[in-house]
């Protein structure tokens, strides 16, 4: 059935109001769709969420949350004024809402993400960073009594080891069966060193998500030192190139398709 859908291309598409972007995706995320949005730091991850739900809200009058495991939401109102967005005011309009769930002092995560989503009833959703969430898993005393409830975090470890990997796994199956309840489309962010195989942190979410959107420090020779690669994307066909992008003071991620190259230049 859905692949009938994506066929006749009636797949409703949500926009990511990022222009080239929504070009290469052919008219924005299929709705309902589960992204992992995953990179090295200072990527613009965290800026990219929040011009997703910004350009939601502004554009197409569509509520959006932002789920924060890591800036804290004065640091987060602080971002958004680089680039021009005026967040409380946004929030005060109902089209947004920011909350920060601290994992690290024992904030039940599961349960904190389903009463929001559940009480704002957002279209948009964004958890930034999923990374914080699975290495909070690394701990083990409780873990085996109370699964889905975290003590502290001992270190961020790369890779996950085996067995943490299989608790990681159950909890990301959870929250994103929790998530789809909803048919919010969602970004949800993940943490990745510069050398690695994999697609996220955890190692798993790339499996289990829609799609993948990938963002690299190297870039194309001479032009920018930021490139983005769709490398999944369901129920859609989509730009499979490593497209240029760049963080503009005052306008946010601006994404230059018409650049776009198979092969990405170290
Ligand atoms: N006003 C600005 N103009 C241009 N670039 C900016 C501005 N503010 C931040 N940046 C860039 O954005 C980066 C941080 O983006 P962020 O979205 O926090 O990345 P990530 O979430 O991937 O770590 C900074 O390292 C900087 O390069
Ligand atoms: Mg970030």
Known sequence: MVENLSKNNLISKVPTGIKGLDDALNGGIPKGNIVLLSGGCGTGKSTFCLQYLVNGAKIYNERGLYISTEQSKPE????????????????????????????????????????????????????????TFTDSILVSDDSEKKPYT??????????????????????????????????????????????????????????????????????????????????????????KSYIPYSIVSNKGIEVDLANAMDVLMK
């Open 76 to 131: 987060i109102l602080r971002a958004g004024m680089q680039f021009g967005w005026d967040l409380e005011n946004l929030e005060k309009k109902n089209l947004l809402k920011i909350v920060y769930f601290d994992i690290v002092e024992g904030d039940d995560f599961l349960e904190k993400v389903h009463d929001n989503v559940a009480q704002f009833a957002p279209q948009r959703i964004v958890i930034d960073s999923l990374t």
């Open 150 to 239: 975290f003590a502290k975090v001992v270190t961020s470890v790369s890779p996950i080891p085996k067995s943490e990997r299989i608790i990681a796994r159950a909890m990301l199956y959870h929250l994103i069966r929790k998530l789809r309840l909803f048919n919010a489309t969602v970004i949800m962010t993940s943490e990745l060193p510069e050398k690695t195989d994999f697609l996220s942190a955890d190692e798993i979410s790339e499996f289990i998500c829609d799609g993948v959107i990938n963002t690299y420090f190297l870039g194309i020779e001479g032009a920018n030192s930021l490139t983005l690669r769709i490398r999944k994307m369901r129920y859609t066909d989509h730009n």
